[in-house]
């Protein structure tokens, strides 16, 4: 059952320059006739503004109020549409009043503007703007109405995301079941995606895509690098390098061999053998001829030593002793001045006299005490007196005799030291006489050594063992020769060695550079064979929206008699790309379909809309003396028709009555 609002009657006054106008539609069908500029559009301006606060192309910022000649505004003027709408069997009438409000303030003669006013009304009654939005969306709601009420709302005021949203809304969508049940290619697609939902995986697809890609296009670089960083093994054969090599490392090995013999000749060992019982032989003759007087010198230089050793420790024992001294007559002093100190303290308190005075009243009656009472009381206080003093001097006393006693034993101490200094002082003298004479004996007998330099027998052992030196230097000068010279050989050999091995290791370079191309090369074929399966993959997922956009645009066309919708738009690369594009007979609404075939395709929409909403509002029809055959409509329609004869506004509806702008 469809909810009808028709328009009985909308009247405007002083409204965007139309001082009064009623139309009068008596509920049906009217065509408002009348030049351009004169006010056609602006009985939809009205209309739309009375509802929502907005002209008929949604804008709420719009100029209300009535202009001269010179485009100022006139003040004072009160902005009023009321419209009168019959809602099923319901009639109500809403009232809109937009005025200036002038304020005169105290102790001024004119009154200044301070803004506007907009009063609202119900049935005459005036409410709240509250109430009055409140009434407006029960009748109908805004969004709703402005699909219901201009043919070309739908198409050139909502976003096309908006008019998918409503035609999806309406006409209902299509369930991934029911496009796959419709194509048998696209069974295997639920298990492609794995639960994951056609957009996400054609996200992943094309990121995937795009990995691969940039993979691919740098493996032919990596291969090319590979191929020039490969050594030239033309002209070379691997075994036979090896057999150079092999064949160059016996000869190294028998070269160094060679080397040892020489370098471990046997007339050198011999020679040097030779040499060392020569250097024992001199060590013989040596000791044969100082024996008896080295030992003497060696028993005498002990002896000395030991007395040296005499000699320093009675020097330690006396600087110790001395120390000692130093120490004791330092606490000596101490211990003097402590004693002087207590006997001058012993004279100080054994001076002291007793003094007492007490109080001869009793503290708390504060009367006198009695005479006995006073003199008990002085003579305990004497007594304390002596005892504490005799105390005080038995201590001193005690102090000063233990400081003067350790005083005299330090002193005695002092002077049992001095006499052992003494002592020791004499024996160092003696003990330094007894190495004088040592070291004069230890002279004597160093000087009585024999002088081996001078035997004939050793000067002629020396000589023989200078002979062999020089021999054996000779040999050696020949063997460094002949070492040298193998040595030479030996490098040379190594030489060609390195340089075949390095002509070898080519082939290594050559095989890992290979393996490293047929690593890249099955990598490639690897990637392009996941390409070709994400191919596949995104073709289905392709073929999923084909698919669906024809079981979407042939459920959505079904509801409409003229308008065609293009949901879904084929890109270059064979994608699609989702679009709302409104056609009639092929002809995109926004590129090329003529203004009447846009009116009827508008009219269409908005019957499927009132159908789908349950509503049918006023059409207000623009430009519609473009269509000759404009279609049927459920709800009311009120054309707007150029008329160039028609300086003013003028009605026409079913019994052709008329109405003209004052």
């Not at 009120?638 to 079913?654: C, G, N, Y």
Request: charged share 35%; with cysteine; glycine share 4%.
């Amino acid at each position: 059952m469809l909810k009808q609002i028709n328009l009985l009657r909308l009247t405007l006054r002083n409204f965007k320059g139309i001082r009064e106008f009623i139309l009068d539609t008596e509920g049906g069908n009217a065509d408002v006739y009348g030049d351009n500029a004169v006010g056609k559009t602006t009985l939809f301006d009205a209309f739309t503004w009375l509802l929502f606060d907005k002209d008929s192309q949604n804008k709420k910022d719009f100029q209300i109020k009535t202009l001269d000649a010179s485009g100022k505004v006139l003040h004072g003027l009160e902005h009023e549409v009321e419209g009168v709408l019959l809602v099923g069997d319901r009639r109500i009438t809403l009232r809109k009043v937009f005025a200036e409000k002038w304020t005169k303030k105290r102790g001024s003669a004119t009154a200044e503007f301070t803004g506007h006013t907009t009063d609202y009304f119900i049935d005459g009654v005036p409410v709240k703007q509250r109430e009055y939005k409140d009434k407006v969306d029960e009748i109908v709601k805004e969004d709703v109405f402005k699909l219901l009420t201009s043919p070309t709302f739908f198409n050139e005021h909502l976003h096309w995301q908006e008019r998918r949203r409503i035609l999806l809304e309406v006409c209902g969508d299509v369930s991934d079941d029911e496009v796959i049940a419709a194509n048998q290619a696209l069974t295997k697609l639920p298990a492609i995606l794995n639960g994951r939902s056609l957009e996400d995986h054609r996200k992943v697809i094309a990121a995937r895509r795009a990995e691969i890609n940039k993979e691919l296009d740098k493996i032919p670089v990596r291969i090319d690098e590979v191929q020039r960083s490969m050594p030239d093994t033309n002209g070379l054969d691997e075994a036979a390098l090896q057999r150079e090599i092999d064949a160059l490392k016996e000869q190294i090995d028998s070269k160094e061999a060679e080397l040892f013999r020489v370098r471990s000749g046997g007339e050198i060992v011999v020679k040097e053998k030779r040499l060392r019982e020569i250097e024992g032989e001199l060590l013989e003759i040596k000791n044969r001829l100082q024996a008896g007087t080295l030992e003497k010198v060696v028993a005498k230089r002990q002896e000395v030593s030991a007395l040296k050793g005499d000699y320093d420790e009675l020097v330690r024992q006396v600087k110790d002793k001395s120390r000692t001294i130093e120490r004791n007559k330092q606490w000596i002093a101490e211990r003097q001045a402590e004693a002087d100190r207590l006997r001058q303290q012993w004279h100080q308190v054994n001076d002291e006299t007793f003094e007492h005075h007490h109080d001869t009243n009793c503290p708390t009656c504060g009367q006198a005490l009695p005479e006995e009472q006073i003199q008990a009381a002085h003579q305990k206080a004497r007594a304390d007196f002596n005892r504490r003093k005799a105390e005080r001097l038995e201590q001193i006393t005690a102090k000063g005799k233990a400081a003067a006693a350790e005083a005299k034993r330090l002193e005695q101490e002092t002077a049992d030291l001095a006499r052992e200094i003494e002592s020791l002082e004499l024996q160092l003298v003696a003990k330094e006489n007894e190495i004088r004479a040592a070291e004069a004996e230890l002279n004597a007998l160093q000087v009585g050594i024999k002088d081996v330099d001078s035997d004939p027998q050793y000067i002629a052992k020396k000589q023989e063992a200078a002979v062999v030196q020089q021999e054996i230097d000779q040999l050696r000068a020949s063997v460094q020769e002949a070492a040298a010279k193998v040595r030479e050989e030996i490098a040379g050999l190594k030489a060609q060695v390195e340089t075949l091995e390095q002509e070898k290791a080519k082939f290594a370079q050559v095989r890992a550079a290979e393996k490293r191309i047929a690593e890249l090369s099955a990598r490639e074929k690897e990637l392009a064979a996941e390409f070709e399966r994400l191919e596949q993959e995104l073709f289905l997922t392709e073929e999923f929206i084909r698919t669906k956009v024809n079981l979407l645009e042939e459920k959505i066309n079904s509801k409409f008699r003229y308008a065609r919708f293009k949901l879904f738009e084929q890109q270059i690369n064979g994608g699609l790309v989702e679009v709302c594009e409104t056609t009639f007979n092929g002809v995109p609404y926004s590129g090329g379909l003529n203004n009447a075939a846009r009116i009827n395709v508008g009219l269409d929409i908005i019957n499927t809309l009132s159908e789908y909403y349950g509503i049918t509002a006023p059409i207000f029809i623009d430009n519609a003396e473009a269509v000759t055959r404009m279609i049927e409509t459920t709800g009311q329609q009120i054309r707007l028709i150029v008329s160039e004869k028609d300086k003013q506004l003028r009605v026409e509806t079913a019994k052709q009555t008329m109405r003209e702008a004052v």
